[in-house]
Every structure is written in C-alpha cells, then in structure tokens.
C-alpha cells in the first residue's frame, strides 16, 4: 500500500478534502490511499492573523488549497512568484533546496508536499527575523 501515512494522537483533527475528523482517544495511523487528496493537521494550521511574515504568507496559500477555501488554479501564480520571491533572501543552500522541491511540488500539484517543505523555513525565518530586530 501506497501514499501518506498520518499518525494521530488522541483527540487530534485533522482536514481531508474538507472534511474535518477527530481521532478517538487512542493513537492512530491512517493511511490515505487517494492520490492528491488534501491533507491538513490543524494543529499546524495558519490562522489568517499569523500569516504576517514571508514565509508565513506563501505556507498560508498552499494551506487555503488544502483546506478548499482556493483553487489550486487560482494559487499556482501567488505560489510560485511566494517561492521566487523567498529564493530572492534565503540564498544558503539548504533553503535553496527546500525551496526547489516546493516549487517541484506545486508544478506538480502536490500543496501537502508544498506545505511541507515551506514548513521547513520556518524556524530559518524566524532566526533571521530574530537577528534582524536584535
């Protein structure tokens, strides 16, 4: 058996294509089989006040793809020109690569992976942020 493997603890939610379920009170595995379902642990979800950095704003599109709320059509630009825009400040290498497979990702319509991989930047940003405002 193929494709993405979540393991849940107990009482966690999570957003597949939409629809929101709630674990039970025991740790799970699920195994989504369906190719390019969208997937989002909504414990690591984005409230709209918070996408106030960056790398915040692009991980914030690819989530609204998840979670319905936009077309993969209407996001595949601001996504795009998000990771362009990002590989413009954070030129180290590791970065670098993280933001080619994001950008892999989207061409490919994979936002789960997307989301993943921008994820990634995220402790990057916010040390530099840190640096920056110290």
């Known amino acids: 058996m193929s494709g993405l493997v979540l393991k849940l603890s107990p009482k966690?939610?999570?957003l597949i294509n939409g629809a929101v379920i709630e674990n039970g009170d025991r740790r799970s595995?699920?195994?989504i089989v369906t190719p390019?379902?969208?997937i989002l642990r909504l414990r690591d979800?984005?409230?709209p006040e918070?996408?106030?950095t960056p790398v915040r704003r692009v991980c914030y599109i690819a989530q609204l793809v998840l979670s319905g709320d936009v077309t993969k059509d209407d996001a595949h630009l601001q996504l795009l020109r998000g990771?362009?825009?990002?590989?413009q400040v954070l030129t180290d290498v590791d970065s670098r690569d993280l933001l080619s497979l994001a950008t892999s990702?989207?061409?490919e319509d994979q936002h789960y992976l997307a989301l993943k991989q921008l994820r990634a930047l995220l402790p990057r940003e916010e040390r530099l942020l840190g640096a920056r405002l110290s």
């Not at 990771?83 to 590989?87: A, C, F, N, V, Y």
């Open 12 to 14: 966690e939610r999570v």
């Open 29 to 31: 595995r699920l195994s």
């Open 36 to 38: 390019n379902a969208n």
């Open 45 to 47: 979800a984005i409230h």
């Open 50 to 52: 918070d996408a106030n």
């Open 83 to 87: 990771i362009e825009q990002l590989s």
């Open 105 to 107: 990702a989207v061409l």
